[in-house]
């Protein structure tokens, strides 16, 4: 009996290893699938975090009174919630404010219009030397809005062009004419076909019947991407504005800097200005924002 236990323990084990079967592999792939999207939705949650900081502590000074504010206590929700800042701000910045939408709106509209037929014209018409020009166009974008301001001054000053909006209303347009005008080229170009130019052609139409009944309609994308931009650059300049207006008729930025610029600044009336000011923006691409990446990619790939 011992020799055959013995014979026995010493004989090889012959039983074939356990291999892991399919369903093993996909618990595996789940495991690691599930803790890849956790990691990445960790590292979002803490990008959002970082970026929204700056916006709580915004948000939360300008509910205190002055006695609450300082550095120690600038996390701390406000003891007493009060909106007195917030009507100094207003009433510091409510004329500005509505005077700066007379300054974006024209801009938008306006230089939108101006690059679409420009890039309709570049684009699907035939003109000579096309090509030439677009570059001739091109070239405001490169040229650094710092490197024309004393120039740009010195001509509004030659040409008695008084200060204000309406000055600000027509250096934008012109300063809006070249990136307006790549976007419509670029959308154009790639999403409007030949034939459809070359139909309302056979029937007739020519430049502009072609442009207002043909292209125009099919512009919406284009326009939002171009008003969007516009707008945005209009409402939030202080560049163009410090040089060509003052308190008096300028935009809101310049109030904006002169509520904040004091010797003796007010931290809570400054930052519910600075919230004041970034709203309209804020609502144009909350309202247009899911139609601006559409618009802007419609014009990258052909086909």
Not at 5 to 22: E, K, Q
Not at 91 to 115: C, K, M, N, Y
Not at 239 to 245: T, V
Request: overall charge positive; proline content about 6%; hydrophobic content about 50%.
């Amino acid at each position: 009996m011992s020799t055959e236990l013995t014979a026995a323990a010493s004989r090889p084990d012959t039983t074939p290893a356990t291999r892991p079967t399919r369903r093993d592999h996909r618990s595996a792939a789940r495991v690691g699938a599930a803790a890849a999207r956790t990691l990445r939705y960790a590292v979002l949650v803490g990008f959002v975090v970082v970026v929204l900081m700056p916006m709580y502590v915004l948000v939360v000074t300008s509910f205190k009174s002055g006695s609450e504010i300082g550095v120690t206590g600038q996390w701390n929700l406000p003891e007493h919630w009060t909106l007195a800042s917030w009507t100094k701000a207003w009433d510091r910045l409510g004329e500005s404010f509505f005077r700066t939408f007379s300054l974006a709106i024209p801009v938008a509209v306006v230089s939108s219009f101006i690059g679409a037929a420009n890039g309709f014209v570049l684009s699907r018409w035939r003109l000579p030397a096309a090509d030439v020009f677009f570059t001739l166009i091109l070239f405001g974008m490169f040229i650094p809005y710092q490197a024309v301001m004393i120039p740009l001054g010195e001509v509004v000053s030659w040409l008695g062009v008084p200060k204000g909006i309406w000055t600000l209303i027509l250096v934008h347009i012109i300063y809006g004419i070249p990136i307006c005008t790549l976007i419509f080229r670029n959308y154009y170009a790639t999403t409007v076909p030949l034939e459809l130019i070359e139909a309302s052609s056979i029937d007739g139409a020519g430049l502009v019947r072609t442009f207002r009944s043909v292209i125009l309609p099919l512009s919406i994308p284009g326009f939002v991407v171009t008003i969007i931009w516009q707008f945005t650059s209009a409402w939030n300049d202080y560049l163009f504005a410090i040089f060509l207006s003052n308190t008096r008729n300028g935009p809101i930025t310049i109030a904006l800097n002169a509520l904040a610029g004091a010797q003796s600044p007010d931290y809570a009336a400054s930052m519910a200005g600075a919230l004041i000011t970034s709203l309209p923006t804020l609502v144009v691409y909350i309202l247009l924002g899911r139609w601006f990446i559409g618009g802007l990619m419609a014009g990258s790939v052909k086909g």
